[in-house]
């Protein structure tokens, strides 16, 4: 999983760090589209020494719960991520003034989901980049939470509180020897899939146009 993963943010030009415990902090949204569950997974990995990585997978959901894609903060729609590398766009703050995770400190690219139901709706919609708390942090403040609801109105969200306090021990080291600030990079498996998807469709409807001439013409 670690080669798949190092792999994929090389091919798209994306930064891996390779400093002794300087995290990479990696969300994958997965394929599922089963709403207000934590189907995702937040990686994280780093060297030990110049040879070594050591490599976390956490429980997660990237994705908003149903209670803020049906009740929307914001009247364009509920935020949802989209993939990307957001270099140094975190660091280690109060989340919501309760406790310290990882807070957004620059700006981020997220589509505005105006649909109000429980699907998110990847098609249709607007962007819109700027400072909206999309936060890195935990649903209950312990054991594992089994449905996301209003852990998440657009932010990152670990499943398991005790996985949240392994995570954020990572951070604390990483603040300490490379300052406090963060870079997270999210894999958009579901975005992938649509983009193939596309591809096949339009090479599919290249054919048809060009079968449809040779015969007009024939």
């Known amino acids: 999983m ?18 002794p415990y300087q995290l990479n902090i990696v969300g994958v949204r ?6 207000n569950i934590f189907s995702d997974e937040i990686h994280v990995f780093y060297k030990t020494t110049p040879l ?7 429980k997660a959901t990237t994705d908003p719960g149903t209670f803020w894609l049906e009740n929307p903060m914001n ?4 935020a949802v991520l989209e993939q990307g590398q957001y270099a140094d766009a975190y660091q280690i703050g109060m989340h919501r003034d309760e406790y310290e995770a990882l807070v957004q400190v620059k700006p981020m ?31 209950k403040a ?20 005790g ?6 021990d990572m951070c604390y080291r990483h603040r300490d ?19 193939v998807f596309r591809r096949t469709l339009y090479a599919s409807a290249a054919v048809s146009l060009g079968a449809l001439a040779w015969y007009e013409f024939s």
Request: net charge positive; charged share 20%.
């Open 2 to 19: 670690l080669h798949s993963e190092k792999s994929i943010l090389r091919l798209k030009g994306y930064k891996v760090f390779t400093q």
């Open 30 to 35: 997965n394929k599922s589209i089963v709403p």
């Open 52 to 58: 070594k990585w050591e490599y976390h997978i956490f």
């Open 75 to 78: 009247p364009q729609g509920t």
């Open 109 to 139: 690219t997220v589509l505005r989901d105006y649909q109000r139901n429980a699907y998110i709706d990847f098609l249709n919609g607007t962007k819109e980049t700027g400072l909206f708390g999309i936060d890195i942090h935990r649903a």
């Open 142 to 161: 312990q054991g594992t939470t089994l449905y996301v609801d209003e852990y998440s109105a657009g932010c990152q969200v670990f499943q398991n509180a």
């Open 163 to 168: 996985d949240f306090s392994v995570f954020m």
């Open 177 to 195: 020897l490379y300052g406090n600030i963060f870079t997270y990079t999210l894999i958009d498996y579901r975005a992938m899939r649509r983009a």
